[in-house]
């Protein structure tokens, strides 16, 4: 995960990044894989998912929404 890299500096872990990408390693941030093994934002478990994430849920929803509005 590219939170577990470890590093002093941005290089540096965009360094790291890249030698797990060589050895076939598929970079993901810890909060993107905990969101897409929960699947869908209105399962029962959703809140208490991002709330242990410390992702408030309707700031996420906010946030998604605001970043989807932009792309199109």
């Known amino acids: 995960m590219i939170?577990?890299?470890?590093?002093?500096?941005?290089r540096q872990?965009?360094?790291g990044v890249m030698r797990m990408v060589q050895a076939g390693v598929i970079p993901v941030?810890?909060?993107n894989a905990?969101?897409?093994?929960?699947?869908d934002n209105a399962?029962?478990?959703?809140?208490?998912?991002?709330?242990a994430l410390n992702?408030?849920?309707?700031?996420?929803v906010l946030g998604l929404g605001q970043y989807f509005s932009k792309q199109h």
Do not use: C, N
């Open 3 to 10: 939170d577990s890299s470890g590093s002093f500096t941005q």
């Open 13 to 15: 872990g965009e360094l």
């Open 29 to 31: 941030a810890y909060s």
């Open 34 to 39: 905990a969101i897409e093994i929960l699947g």
């Open 43 to 51: 399962a029962p478990e959703a809140e208490a998912v991002y709330g």
């Open 55 to 60: 992702m408030p849920f309707a700031s996420l």
